[in-house]
């Protein structure tokens, strides 16, 4: 392979199993991957379908063979470019008719621009193929039918010489046509391809990066097509898209081609897949979101088009596109791809809906964190106050957020690129009428730098527009859509699939953020927020261990790799309010609630809870009802989907982490936190004051809730043993006794999650009995550590109610006198008996700069806190241990 001499027919065509990485530029990226992967790849288990490539030799021969004169005198006038159009087609070659096109242009003209690459294109279109050339494509193509039957259908795919290189990435610029039968059809697809090298979008990358548009061949790839739209099809990142993290497989799935997928059309289904669970041969999918898909391309029989796009039927969308078997099958295939290439990739994958097989039909080098520094974390902060008070009344739209960034403007709202290029005419027209831009008011102006970029779903002649915006919103789409991979590529903030996008005032000033977790939030305004370069320095190392407080589990995979030790808190309350939102309880009830509504009849599992179903509106419960059998019809029991969802969340931190430890603390909502879960008026009592009530330890072991915490438990035992994520510990918060303690213990043995199972057990060290019995709770639970809860520990220790700390006239909080005496008592306690002692409350990241010195000077092992402080936190506890070291006293 490499090093081709064109001779004769060979010259024209170079078949997969004749090429490998090194004759790009011969058969152009795509083709030189497919070919390396089908030499090299398919002993491993990698499928890939067989196919051939046209080679730069075809292109030459094609733009520089002589034209008939009179050839291109239909080519149709493009306003604005009339004497390009007169002088192009007077040209003796395609080359030289192309290099008047592109020559002299203006990428920031847009409207240039574009006329000068339809005309272009035009120009391709009318050329004709010579004989040479397509007598040799479809001597292929009989030869390829001769495997795989008369009358294969193809995919017909550009490869640019100059694409799926680890410096450039041409994804999605150039055409792919599918379904393609017959000889002079496959003939005709391959001139559609050489003509798409030749959009406006195409141009001005390569002109943005010093490359001659005119200098690089356009080969093509023609490969058996696998019939996905009998199945699925899709795409996978060897590292996660998002954060860059290494440690995971990112598969995007949905139904029919993938075509669908790459525009951003449908919402797809999404796995993440932990790298070392699959190397384990463990459950290794360790979260999942499941998409809309309401649409799906598949092959037309009208027998006029290649393809057509239908509705996807509601059962088929509720239900997961990949089962787990199918999700690892791919993520191996993926790893494969990565160990040979020794990079990060990404990969498109199609199902055969015939064979039931899955297909890798394109690997390339992933572009966008490969550039990265690892060195460096570039972090979108906005007020977390502010950001409360926001989302309490300022929310105008919500989506899925593309990246952590933060983006704000005024908001463009187009429904089509073809309505932009419109505008800008008339918009030229009136400045050449002598109308002066400064007399145009800003609403009648188009897409200027800065603006928020709102429309249905984005395609390639979007991006010269995309890169100028402060935002990006697309009405339909996910996290690998052509809006999500432009913005990532761009580092500009994208919100995908926000189902009210168009619903936005045009002209309104608003804030995206993409910093709070999976949720892209569309702010009403303008706010302020910082961006701030976190520079890694793990040169010196700590004597304390600085971890992070974690909530929402997507955010989990960008948090993991700020420099820490492991996650000393993880709550499980944001899965329970944010991926679930119903009472658990009523997943274990559901069939006794459903009977009570049907005959009015309580039976016994509903008794203590009598008297609030007949208070609650029957239109309550039946929305309950309703709620679980939409989410959870496809589980033989509902509590399934519940343990799922628990398992998954938890699962993704610790796999995000791996092999740090991560501390999550078992479920602690309140019973009024509980009450505002769908069904929980049902299922919960209204308490006068719920912060020191039934919440915690008492809960688990209560014969009433007992059931809603075995899910619990059935969660975190699959997270350690069927994931096989071995850094998992465990944390009983409100724990009012060491017998109560010692009973959750035995109550997590029973799941095989205790301490004599290997899992390390900590108590929340927030009630005054924690810090003076210390050494009893120890014993009896047989713990490996203890964490301080700040917050509760100011509320009990002072007894004052945590929900109104600012109506008391003299204010107390952790640094208050009695609070640091308890933790320095706490603190000795169990480092006298050689144990972990951290602090998860909110004191270390409320005061950074104050609190920590106070903790190192006591000895603590570890201080977690929110991922926006810990580089003022981790200096902070550098100067105290230096302090310390030099004999100085810090001072309280």
Not at 672 to 685: A, C, H, I, Q, T
């Amino acid at each position: 392979m490499g090093n081709w001499e064109f001779m004769g027919t060979a010259s024209h065509i170079l078949w997969f199993d004749e090429v490998g990485r090194e004759d790009a530029s011969a058969v152009g990226g795509k083709g030189a991957s497919l070919g390396e992967m089908y030499c090299n790849l398919r002993a491993t288990g990698v499928d890939i379908p067989n196919g051939y490539n046209t080679t730069s030799h075809s292109y030459h021969e094609f733009v520089e063979a002589e034209v008939p004169p009179g050839t291109w005198d239909q080519v149709v006038e493009t306003e604005g470019i009339e004497h390009i159009r007169s002088l192009a087609i007077i040209q003796p070659t395609l080359s030289d008719a192309l290099k008047v096109c592109i020559e002299g242009s203006d990428r920031h003209a847009s409207l240039d621009m574009h006329g000068r690459a339809e005309l272009a294109r035009a120009l391709v279109l009318e050329t004709p193929v010579p004989e040479s050339v397509s007598d040799a494509v479809g001597h292929a193509y009989r030869m390829l039918c001769e495997q795989y039957g008369k009358g294969t259908d193809v995919a017909v795919r550009s490869s640019a010489t100059t694409e799926d290189s680890e410096d450039a990435s041409f994804a999605g610029q150039y055409e792919s046509f599918l379904n393609i039968h017959g000889e002079k059809n496959v003939v005709l697809h391959w001139r559609k391809c050489v003509a798409s090298q030749f959009t406006e979008r195409a141009i001005c990358y390569q002109l943005d990066r010093g490359m001659d548009p005119l200098a690089s061949p356009l080969c093509v790839v023609i490969m058996k097509m696998v019939r996905s739209d009998l199945a699925s099809s899709g795409v996978m990142f060897t590292i996660d898209p998002d954060s860059g993290h290494d440690g995971v497989v990112h598969i995007a799935a949905s139904y029919g081609l993938g075509e669908l997928i790459v525009q951003g059309t449908v919402s797809p289904d999404t796995y993440t897949v932990w790298k070392e669970g699959l190397l384990k041969d463990k459950f290794a999918v360790v979260h999942r979101h499941l998409g809309s898909k309401d649409q799906r391309m598949v092959y037309a029989s009208d027998g006029v088009r290649a393809t057509t796009i239908e509705e996807v039927p509601f059962s088929e969308r509720r239900d997961w596109v990949l089962n787990h078997g199918e999700c690892k099958r791919l993520a191996d295939m993926a790893l494969r791809i990565e160990q040979h290439y020794g990079m990060p990739m990404d990969i498109e994958w199609a199902k055969d809906g015939g064979d039931g097989s899955l297909y890798i039909v394109q690997a390339r080098p992933e572009t966008v964190h490969a550039k990265a520094s690892s060195h460096v974390l570039i972090r979108y902060e906005m007020d977390p106050a502010l950001v409360e008070r926001l989302k309490q009344g300022s929310v105008l739209a919500t989506g899925q957020a593309v990246g952590k960034r933060i983006g704000s403007g005024p908001v463009r709202i187009y429904n089509s690129y073809r309505e932009v290029i419109e505008r800008r005419r008339a918009l030229q027209k009136r400045l050449a009428d002598g109308e002066g831009i400064e007399d145009i008011p800003w609403d009648e102006l188009v897409f200027e730098k800065g603006d928020v970029l709102v429309t249905e779903m984005t395609t390639p002649d979007w991006e010269p527009m995309m890169k100028e915006a402060s935002l990006i919103v697309t009405r339909k789409g996910g996290r690998t859509s052509h809006a999500a991979i432009i913005a990532r590529e761009f580092g500009i903030p994208a919100i995908v699939g926000c189902a009210d996008a168009l619903k936005l005032e045009n002209t309104r000033k608003v804030t995206g953020s993409c910093s709070e977790g999976d949720t892209g939030y569309i702010f009403d305004g303008v706010h302020p927020f910082d961006i701030v370069e976190h520079k890694v320095d793990t040169s010196t190392p700590l004597k304390t261990k600085i971890k992070l407080n974690v909530g929402f589990p997507t955010k989990s995979l960008v948090d993991s790799q700020l420099p820490v030790e492991g996650v000393g808190l993880a709550r499980i309350e944001f899965v329970l309010s944010g991926e679930i939102g119903i009472h658990p309880l009523a997943f274990v009830h559901h069939s006794s609630l459903k009977r009570y509504l049907e005959t009015g009849e309580t039976d016994p599992n509903l008794e203590p809870f009598a008297r609030n179903l007949v208070e609650e509106p029957e239109e309550n419960l039946r929305e309950v009802v309703d709620a679980i059998e939409r989410r959870c019809w496809n589980y033989d029991h509902p509590r399934g989907l519940f343990i799922d969802k628990l398992r998954e969340g938890v699962g993704l931190i610790c796999a995000a982490f791996h092999p740090r430890p991560v501390l999550v603390r078992l479920s602690d909502f309140k019973s009024n936190e509980y009450r505002d879960l769908l069904g929980g008026s049902v299922f919960e009592p209204v308490e006068e004051n719920p912060m020191i009530a039934w919440r915690g330890a008492s809960r688990y072991l209560d014969p009433i809730f007992k059931p809603a915490f075995e899910m619990e438990c059935e969660a975190m035992a699959s997270v350690l043993h069927d994931f096989g994520l071995g850094n998992l510990q465990l944390m009983v918060p409100f724990c009012r006794s060491p017998e109560e303690g010692e009973a959750v213990k035995d109550l997590l043995e029973e799941y095989a999650i205790g301490p004599s199972n290997g899992v390390p057990l900590f108590v929340m060290v927030e009630l005054p009995s924690n810090v003076i019995d210390a050494d009893a709770f120890i014993d009896k639970m047989q713990l490996s550590g203890g964490s301080i809860g700040t917050n509760d520990l100011v509320q009990t220790v002072y007894a004052v109610s945590r929900d109104d700390l600012e109506g008391y006239q003299h204010q107390v909080d952790a640094r208050a006198p009695a609070v640091k005496s308890m933790i320095r008592t706490a603190i000795d306690a169990f480092t006298s008996r050689g144990l972990e002692i951290g602090i998860c409350g909110q004191a270390p990241s409320d005061h950074p700069s104050e609190f920590p010195p106070f903790l190192v000077d006591c000895g603590i092992s570890s201080i977690s806190v929110t991922p926006d402080t810990v580089m003022a936190v981790r200096q902070t506890v550098l100067e105290a241990e230096m302090m310390i070291a030099q004999g100085i006293e810090i001072e309280e």
